[in-house]
């Protein structure tokens, strides 16, 4: 460890603290955000602020054949020897609306109820949660996580939780709901700092949300509107759902090994100096009314024998009824959507896959012994998430409003274009993609909302350098996910809250800042390296993902 002293070493880190606290309660910053976009909104259209939709296309010129002699189309050339590009206008202008006129106040009055029950979050959290919550009131989860820390060695408690924070992405969103309580009740059991728990496993949920040893919902999501850009400037290009894959699944291990140095070298040490009411480490065994590390009794290992058995057998039977044809989950979901029926339906599977063992291991253990206690065990899980649908609330109407007001293609359009004039070359101006991309996330956490505006102008753009359109989505993907663990307006932050509460009950929005700023710095700078060695490694993305694209008429 540094003999530098912990108040000057980490001065910058607590003083991100003492200013974030000073934020609003989630839910609160959220209503600040909504007026804030009612007056720029206003604001704007009195200005007259518009912008143009643009895309790139090669600059052609006429050439006469030095062989034949006959004129043809050739690009032209410049000084760097890349094609020259101008941006062309399409569409029709863009330019703000105001939410203060009369239009403007009764369609926020007309859609309140709709923002609110159209917000993503909010039904992966309900639904969720009813299974989650009724397993861990039933005391699965104690249990299993007894088991689990009597094989897994404490010091290994990190990388598992960055780790297993990473993979639940395969379940949506489930991962922030699930994992977050877990990690710190593991590492306050064993003597150490919960919080640092809950940072370890936020960072692997959260700014490692891309990565993942297997395809999840969002490749082919990301990968239709990577497509559309693509085809701006080849029609018929077609690009695969798993273009990525190979490299997301090693950024898989890099983030774990990144995430597990990062918590041991800068979270826990300053994590340490707190007090156990602070959230600082406790002595080990210190929450041994929550949650011990000791030897299952009888009961509970005969209950969680058999939970385990059933889900081992649900399990199995998912597994078969993605492969077996004709079965509800097995082939592609729906019209509109690339994604198979299973991942569709994660949701659902993860909600009966808690509860089913939950209620076995309850009525195995006593927990529960009618219907009775199955409404009152939900009820009381649903009950914890009311933080939740506030903060759903408040944030449906903003993310509602901004997107009315037009003040997102603005900001996106406006950006884009300065970055697409900026003459860099490929890879700086990929290096720029990515910080952009990073502080474009601060405002607009969805990673499809972003993409829907960006891929159409830097997808074509990259193409004409010869950048394929899979390593633009693989750039963008790791600079989407980096700085979703450092804005206060991720909607998940709620939850991550409240499991710091728990702990720490003066913990605010500051706390979880400062907490998350190492990775999230750790995170794009290791991550963007890893990219751009491995681009000039010349390695493939992964099946179809190759790295530089080849217009059809060149590779003829």
Not at 13 to 31: C, Q, R, S, T, Y
Not at 245 to 250: I, Q
Not at 277 to 282: I, K, N, Q, R, Y
Not at 435 to 460: E, G, H, Q, R, Y
Request: glycine share 8%; proline share 7%.
């Amino acid at each position: 460890m540094s003999s530098t002293p912990p108040s000057s070493r980490f001065s910058l880190l607590d003083a991100i603290e003492w200013a974030g606290n000073k934020l609003p309660d989630p839910a609160m910053l959220f209503v600040w955000c909504c007026l804030v976009v009612i007056v720029l909104s206003a604001v704007s259209t009195e200005l007259g602020w518009s912008v143009q939709p643009v895309r790139p296309e090669a600059v052609m010129q006429t050439v006469t054949d030095p062989q034949t002699g006959a004129s043809r189309q050739d690009y032209v050339i410049d000084a760097n020897g890349r094609r020259e590009v101008r941006l062309v206008e399409v569409g029709d202008p863009i330019a703000s609306r105001s939410l203060l006129t009369s239009d403007g106040i009764f369609w926020m009055l007309r859609t309140m109820v709709r923002n609110f029950v159209d917000f993503p979050p909010l039904g992966v959290v309900l639904v969720t949660m009813l299974g989650v919550g009724l397993a861990e009131r039933a005391g699965l989860i104690g249990a299993l996580l007894k088991a689990v820390m009597l094989v897994v060695p404490a010091r290994f408690f990190t990388p598992m939780l960055v780790f297993l924070g990473i993979q639940s992405s395969m379940g949506a969103d489930s991962g922030y709901v699930v994992l977050p309580p877990i990690a710190a009740l593991m590492f306050k059991s064993v003597g150490r700092s919960p919080l640092a728990g809950v940072a370890a496993v936020f960072a692997g949920i959260s700014a490692g949300f891309s990565s993942n040893l297997l395809v999840t919902s969002l490749d082919p999501l990301l990968g239709s509107l990577t497509q559309t850009g693509a085809r701006v400037i080849e029609p018929g290009y077609e690009l695969n759902a798993a273009c990525n894959w190979w490299f997301l699944a090693a950024s898989t291990f890099l983030l774990t090994l990144v995430g597990w140095a990062v918590t041991d070298l800068f979270v826990e040490p300053r994590l340490s100096r707190r007090g156990p009411d602070d959230g600082g480490p406790a002595q080990p065994g210190a929450g041994a009314s929550e949650l011990r590390a000791e030897r299952l009794s009888a009961g509970e290992s005969r209950a969680l024998l058999y939970a385990s058995s059933v889900l081992g057998v649900m399990l199995a039977g998912v597994l078969a009824l993605i492969f077996i044809e004709g079965s509800p989950i097995y082939g592609d979901g729906m019209p509109d959507s690339r994604s198979p029926r299973w991942i569709i339906a994660i949701v659902p599977i993860i909600f009966f896959l808690f509860l089913v063992p939950g209620l076995v291991y309850g009525v195995s253990i006593g927990t529960i012994r009618s219907g009775r206690d199955v409404a009152k065990l939900m009820s009381d899980a649903l009950a914890s998430t009311a933080p939740v649908i506030v903060l759903a609330f408040f944030a449906g109407q903003f993310i509602a409003y901004f997107k009315y007001s037009q003040l997102d293609q603005l900001l996106a359009y406006s950006l884009g274009k300065l970055l697409a004039e900026s003459g860099l070359p490929p890879l700086l101006l990929l290096a720029a993609f990515i910080v952009l991309v990073m502080v474009l996330n601060i405002l607009v956490s969805s990673a499809s909302a972003k993409w829907t505006l960006l891929a159409p102008v830097f997808v074509p753009i990259f193409m004409l350098m010869q950048v394929s359109p899979e390593l633009t989505q693989a750039a963008y993907r790791l600079a989407d996910s980096c700085t979703n663990i450092v804005t206060p307006l991720n909607a998940y932050l709620v939850l991550i809250l409240a499991a710091c509460r728990t702990h720490a009950p003066k913990s605010g929005t500051g706390t979880i800042i400062s907490m998350m700023t190492p990775y999230s710095i750790v995170f794009a700078i290791v991550w963007t390296t890893f990219l751009l060695g491995w681009a000039a490694l010349g390695i493939d993305l992964g099946p179809g993902g190759g790295l530089v694209y080849t217009p059809p008429s060149a590779a003829n």
